[in-house]
C-alpha cells in the first residue's frame, strides 16, 4: 500500500498533519532523521507508517515498560502486528517473541535502551532484517535535559553496530543545546531535521499565585470539567493523597497516584483513568511518561514544577486529540525556595547550576504577565505570533497596584521582633493578635507588634509574604524560618514602596479561568456512554476505541451508513470492522430521536 492509503486505510486520518509527510518519507528513504514534536503532535505515527511499507522490522526504543505495552496494545487494535520484549516477561513469553520476529511477521518491535545495546540482543538483531531504529523520548540522551538517563548515552553503539541502518530520533522538548546534543550522542548522519512549532494552539495556559493551600482555587477550576478526564500533579506524595481524599470529600471522582503506593494499585488507578472509570489522578510526576489518553482535558499544578520541560512536558498530556483543553498553575515564591533547596543536594556543581537556571526560568514563566505561550516559543527556540487569547497574560485585562508599604513594614518589623527564628505561619499569628499556647509561650503577645495586622485575614498575609518574597525582601533561613534579606532595611526606612497586583490583596477576587461553561451536549454523551460499554467489554482504554475528537465528529454528523462513517476523523476500515457498527446503530438511533 502506499503512504496515504495507510494512512487513511489503518489509521483512519484523512490527511497528514504538519511535518509528518515528511517525515515518513525521509525514514522511507533511508536518512537519519531528527523530529522535535510538542506532545501530541502525532509523532508515532511517523515511524508506524513507514515501517508497513517495508518488508523487515523496525526497532523502537522507549524509557519505559508502560509505554511499550500502551503503543503495542494501540498498534494491535489498528491490526499491526506489534510486540515489546522486557524484564516483567516471562522466559516462554520472550521465546515466542524471538520466534515471530525469525517469521518476519513483526512489523514493530519495543524495546528499553539497556537491553537493545546488551551484547547478545545485538547479536541476535544481526541476524534480522531491521529497517530502522528509532529513539522516542531521545532528550533522555542530554545532560542538558531534564530527563537523562546514562543507559540513552548507551546508544552510540547502534551506529558502530548497524552503520547501514538508519535512526529516527523523536522528542517533544529540546531547546537547540538539547538537539545539538541529541545529534552528536547518536552519531546522527546528516539527519533531516523538522521542528514543530512549540505553540498547542487548543491549551489554554493560566498561572496564578497559590493562594493558601489551593484549594478553593482548584475546586472553583474543576468546577467546570465536572465528569472530564484530567490529571492534579503535586509535588509530594503526601499532597497527592491529601488533595485526592479533598477532591472525593466535594464529590470528584478522583485517585491519588505516587511511587510509593503498590504496584497493583498503580495498576488499578491508571486502568481507572484509562478506562473512565474516574476523572482525575491526583499525582506526583511518577504518573509521567506512560500517559497516552488522548482525551485528557485538563492539567492542574498544585506548585510549581523545577523545569519549563517538566511543565511543558506535563501541560501537553491534555488535549492530545486537539480538542480544546485547559492548564492551570498554581504557585508561590516559597515552591521556587523549596526547590531551590533541594537543588543543593546535587553533586556535579555544572548540573546544579543547569538545574538552578532551569527553576529560575520556570518561576519567571509563572510571574511574568508576557503571553505564556509566546514565553514557551523562547525557550524552546521557536517563534510564537499570537496565541489568541489562550493564555491567561493576553486575556486578562492589567491590573491595578495597590500600595502595601505599610503592611510590609509590619512584617518586616515583626520577623526582626522575634529575632528570624520563626516560621510564616507563627508569623502571621502573631500579626492577627493569635492568642495561641505557642504564642504564650514565646511571650510573643508582649511584642508590640501583636495584633498590628488584625485588619488582614490570613490568607491576605500569605500574599504579602509571598509578595515580599518576590521582592526578594525575605529569605528562607534554616528549618523554613523567615529571614530579612537586605533590601528589607530599605522599606524599614520608608526609602522603598511596596505594591502589589490588587486583585491578590483586599478582595479575594474569583478567578477567571480561560474556559467556557457550556455542558457537552446529549449526543456526544450518548456516544460516550457506548464507548464506555465497548471498551469494559474489550478490556480496551477508551480512547482507544474512538477519541474525543471521533464521538464529537459523529455527534455533529450522525452517520447514517459506513461510507458516511469511514468520512469521520479516526475511523479507517480495521476500527470500523470493530466498532463501527454500534456506533452506527446508536447515530441512527440518535437522527431518528432529534
Ligand atoms: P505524540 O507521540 O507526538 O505525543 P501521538 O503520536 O500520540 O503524539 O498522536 C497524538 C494523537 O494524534 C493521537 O490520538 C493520534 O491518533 C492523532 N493523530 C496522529 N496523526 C494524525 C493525523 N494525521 N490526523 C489526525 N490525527 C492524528
Redesign the pocket.
Known amino acids: 500500500m502506499k503512504k496515504h492509503e495507510i ?1 487513511e486505510k489503518i ?1 483512519g ?1 484523512s ?3 504538519q511535518f ?1 509527510e515528511e517525515a515518513v518519507d525521509a525514514i522511507v528513504s533511508g536518512q537519519d532523521l531528527l523530529m522535535i ?1 510538542p ?7 511517523c515511524y508506524q507508517l513507514p515501517a508497513l511499507m517495508m518488508d523487515g522490522v523496525s526497532i523502537v526504543v522507549s524509557p519505559l515498560i508502560a509505554l511499550m505495552q500502551d503503543q503495542v496494545r494501540g498498534l494491535s487494535e489498528n491490526g499491526i502486528e506489534a510486540r515489546t520484549i522486557h524484564s516483567d516477561m516471562t522466559q516462554e513469553e520472550r521465546v515466542k517473541v524471538f520466534q515471530e520476529l525469525k517469521s518476519g511477521s513483526v512489523k514493530l518491535l519495543y524495546v528499553s535502551p539497556e537491553r537493545l545495546v546488551s551484547p547478545n540482543f545485538l547479536t541476535f538483531l544481526n541476524t534480522l532484517k531491521i529497517n530502522f531504529f528509532v529513539i522516542d523520548e531521545a532528550h533522555c540522551v542530554s545532560e542538558w535535559g531534564h530527563e537523562f538517563r546514562a543507559d540513552y548515552r548507551k546508544l552510540h553503539l547502534l551506529k558502530a553496530h548497524f552503520p547501514q541502518v538508519p535512526i529516527a530520533a523523536f522528542t ?1 522538548t529540546a531547546t537547540p543545546k538539547v538537539a545539538d546534543d541529541i545529534h552528536k550522542a547518536l552519531q546522527l548522519k546528516d539527519p533531516v531535521s523538522l521542528r514543530g512549532s512549540v505553540f498547542r494552539q487548543n491549551l489554554k495556559i493560566n498561572s496564578e499565585k497559590r493562594i493558601s493551600n489551593g484549594r478553593a482555587q482548584l475546586v472553583n477550576f474543576l468546577n467546570a470539567y465536572k465528569g472530564e478526564s484530567g490529571i492534579v500533579y503535586t509535588f509530594t506524595r503526601k499532597e497527592a493523597e491529601q488533595v485526592a481524599t479533598f477532591l472525593q470529600s466535594k464529590n470528584f471522582s478522583a485517585k491519588a497516584y505516587h511511587a510509593r503506593i503498590d504496584a497493583d494499585e498503580k495498576e488499578r488507578v491508571y486502568h481507572d483513568f484509562l478506562y473512565e472509570k474516574i476523572d482525575i489522578v491526583v499525582a506526583t510526576i511518577a504518573f509521567g511518561m506512560g500517559i ?1 489518553k ?1 482525551n485528557i482535558r485538563f492539567v492542574v499544578h498544585t506548585s510549581l514544577p523545577k523545569t519549563i520541560e517538566n511543565y511543558y512536558q506535563e501541560i501537553g498530556r491534555a488535549g ?3 480538542l480544546e483543553s485547559e492548564t492551570l498553575l498554581l504557585f508561590t515564591k516559597s515552591d521556587e525556595m523549596q526547590k531551590r533547596e533541594l537543588v543543593q543536594s546535587v553533586e556535579s556543581d555544572t548540573y546544579k547550576e543547569v538545574l538552578y537556571e532551569k527553576l529560575q526560568k520556570m518561576y519567571n514563566f509563572a510571574l511574568s504577565s508576557v503571553c505564556k505561550h509566546k514565553l514557551l516559543g523562547v525557550y524552546f527556540g521557536d517563534v510564537v505570533k499570537d496565541c489568541e487569547d489562550h493564555c491567561i497574560s493576553c486575556l486578562k485585562p492589567p491590573v491595578e497596584q495597590i500600595e502595601i508599604t505599610k503592611e510590609a513594614q509590619q512584617l518586616i518589623s515583626a520577623i526582626y521582633r522575634m529575632e528570624q527564628k520563626f516560621g510564616q505561619n507563627h508569623v502571621i499569628d502573631v500579626l492577627r493578635g493569635s492568642e495561641a499556647e505557642k504564642v504564650h509561650t514565646f511571650e510573643h503577645h508582649k511584642l508590640s507588634v501583636h495584633g498590628i495586622g488584625k485588619g488582614r485575614g490570613k490568607a491576605e498575609w500569605e500574599m504579602i509574604f509571598d509578595r515580599l518574597f518576590e521582592l526578594e525582601m525575605i529569605g528562607l533561613g534554616d528549618h523554613r524560618t523567615v529571614r530579612l534579606l537586605e533590601k528589607s532595611k530599605e522599606v524599614l526606612t520608608g526609602g522603598l514602596e511596596v505594591w502589589i497586583d490588587e486583585d491578590k490583596i483586599g478582595k479575594m477576587v474569583k478567578s477567571t479561568y480561560l474556559h467556557d461553561d457550556t455542558p457537552k451536549d446529549a449526543m456526544f454523551e450518548a456516544f460516550r456512554t457506548l464507548r464506555i460499554e465497548i471498551a469494559t467489554e474489550h478490556q480496551i482504554p477508551a480512547y482507544m476505541v474512538f ?1 474525543d475528537k471521533t464521538l464529537l465528529e459523529l455527534s455533529q454528523r450522525l452517520p447514517q451508513d459506513k461510507e458516511e462513517m469511514l468520512e469521520v ?2 475511523i479507517g476500515e480495521v476500527k470500523y470492522e470493530r466498532y463501527g457498527e454500534a456506533f452506527l446503530e446508536r447515530s441512527k438511533e440518535l437522527s431518528q430521536s432529534k
Open positions: 494512512l489509521f486520518h490527511a497528514f498533519r509528518q514534536l506532545t501530541g503532535g502525532g509523532k508515532s505515527l517533544a497516552d488522548s492530545r486529540d486537539g477519541s476523523h479516526g
